[in-house]
């Protein structure tokens, strides 16, 4: 089983419709964020959460919104989708006390806004 | 703000040759991490720099941090088709943080 998991993989909605996308994982790190990755523009940063009541604004947080329900759970929202937000989401995390920060992504949810 | 711009966006390579991607920041950065993703795959972490010139290898893979922390490359050394796939670098928003942005990626093709 994979140690970040993300529902669902893939979406296809319409523009105005609310879409939430969640990332769980069972590595029990502490911080985690979502990216946005578009061709040609790599990865980019949406929101990150370093604990349960740490919520921060990435590069490009317009439009998106996040919860972070439990040290397991991080939730994106689109509160009213448009076409522009189509993009491959990924849900990441990183461990607090390792040397290196390095991420763990998740497989990623292919978003789609008619 | 702070960008991180990657050089050559593609690259074709005939199975055996070599492959370079360059990653060049706006600013300094505390280190540089480097990630691969294959088709179809999510971003797989493949080493951090730190130090000011430090030069790392991983079998055919030589990952250098330039001297003025600004700069980096990824080196692969007679490339075969298991390298296929798309190599980020990424670095620290702020100095001393883990709030990750990446460059724009390279993606690479081998020619078998």
């Known amino acids: 089983d994979a140690d970040v998991t993300q529902t669902p993989r893939n979406r296809i909605t319409k523009t105005g419709k609310r879409i939430m996308l969640e990332c769980s994982q069972t590595k029990g790190h502490d911080r985690m964020y979502w990216y946005r990755q578009d061709p040609g523009l790599g990865l980019r940063l949406i929101y990150y959460?370093?604990?349960?009541?740490?919520?921060n604004k990435g590069e490009i947080s317009d439009g998106y919104s996040v919860s972070r329900q439990a040290q397991a759970k991080f939730s994106l929202s689109l509160e009213s989708a448009i076409p522009n937000q189509t993009a491959l989401y990924f849900c990441?995390?990183?461990?607090?006390?390792?040397?290196?920060?390095?991420?763990?992504f998740g497989e990623g949810s292919r978003l789609t806004v008619l | 703000g702070q960008q991180v711009m990657q050089i050559p966006q593609y690259q074709h390579v005939q199975e055996g040759e070599d492959f370079t991607t360059y990653c060049n920041s706006s600013t300094t950065l505390s280190n540089i991490q480097w990630y691969k993703q294959r088709p179809g795959g999510h971003p797989v972490f493949l080493i951090q720099l730190v130090k000011s010139g430090e030069v790392k290898k991983q079998k055919r893979l030589t990952f250098q941090f330039g001297e003025a922390k600004k700069n980096s490359s990824l080196h692969i050394t007679a490339t075969q088709t298991t390298d296929v796939g798309t190599y980020f670098c990424a670095g620290p928003i702020t100095s001393g943080t883990y709030k990750y942005i990446f460059g724009t990626g390279t993606r690479l093709k081998v020619l078998a």
């Open positions: 959460s370093f604990d349960v009541k740490d919520i």
């Open positions: 990441a995390t990183s461990d607090a006390g390792s040397g290196t920060g390095e991420l763990f």
